[in-house]
């Protein structure tokens, strides 16, 4: 088996926006893995998640992504020509079924407004398309440790090439949250969607933006 990870020397660790390389090493093992028929995603941006999803898939496999920015559907437009993949533009909280062509999905891909209330709007309009061993993934849940950029904070707050990174606040000393609208949507989901399992892809032994993967599970049968 080749396994076509070309792509992926376009991937970064130290990069703020799309998902970093190691991160994409391992979204790329688990398509590998589950082998889905139906991929949705929120967040195209520039397409590297698009790029490395579309790297993995099967040939039967489709990829719907959405994103709000016209610049993004260019974009799409430019690089990926792959007639398993379909750019929309729109905002992930005005889904409806027929976007993906009333498809039952396998892996969804949360990676766009960053919002807890956009999430749990999304999340409840996609939970019933979800397959029974469906996968949730939500990017951004993590902490960022002290050693972006070698010299990046102060007491103030965590500092990207010199510029103070908007949205964040330490945690502890170790831990700066730099998406908090994501953390609170997987604390939703735990509080109020118990039957969707989480594991946290999370560490601040590296500058890691952190995933959280989730799973409908059910006690096996035999
Ligand atoms: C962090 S980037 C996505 C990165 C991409 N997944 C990757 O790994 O390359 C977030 C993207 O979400 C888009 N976005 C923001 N709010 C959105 C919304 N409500 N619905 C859909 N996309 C949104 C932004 O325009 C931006 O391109």
Redesign the pocket.
């Known amino acids: 088996m080749q396994y076509d990870l070309k792509h992926l020397t376009d991937f970064e660790e130290k990069v703020i926006?799309?998902?970093q390389s190691d991160e994409a090493l391992l979204i790329y093992s688990l398509v590998q893995v589950i082998r889905p028929e139906v991929i949705l995603?929120?967040?195209?941006?520039?397409?590297?998640?698009?790029r490395?999803f579309l790297a993995a898939m099967s040939k039967n496999c489709k990829l719907y992504s959405?994103?709000?920015?016209k610049e993004?559907e260019d974009i799409a437009k430019t690089i990926i020509k792959d007639n398993r993949f379909k750019f929309i533009l729109?905002?992930?909280?005005d889904f409806i079924p027929s976007d993906i062509d009333n498809n039952l999905i396998d892996i969804t891909?949360f990676?766009?407004?960053?919002?807890t209330d956009?999430n749990i709007i999304t999340f409840r309009k996609i939970k019933d398309y979800i397959k029974k061993n469906g996968v949730i993934l939500v990017?951004?849940t993590g902490s960022w440790n002290n050693n972006y950029n070698e010299k990046v904070r102060n007491t103030e707050g965590y500092y990207v090439n010199g510029y103070p990174f908007p949205k964040g606040y330490f945690l502890n000393k170790d831990e700066y949250i730099h998406q908090q609208g994501e953390r609170k949507f997987v604390n939703f989901l735990r509080e109020n969607y118990p039957e969707f399992h989480q594991i946290h892809f999370h560490s601040t032994n590296t500058f890691r933006h952190g995933l959280t993967m989730l799973q409908k599970s059910e006690k096996l049968e035999i």
């Open positions: 926006g799309p998902i995603e929120f967040g195209f941006a520039k397409g590297h998640s698009s490395n959405f994103d709000i920015k993004s729109k905002g992930q909280e891909f990676d766009a407004s960053h919002n956009l990017h951004d």
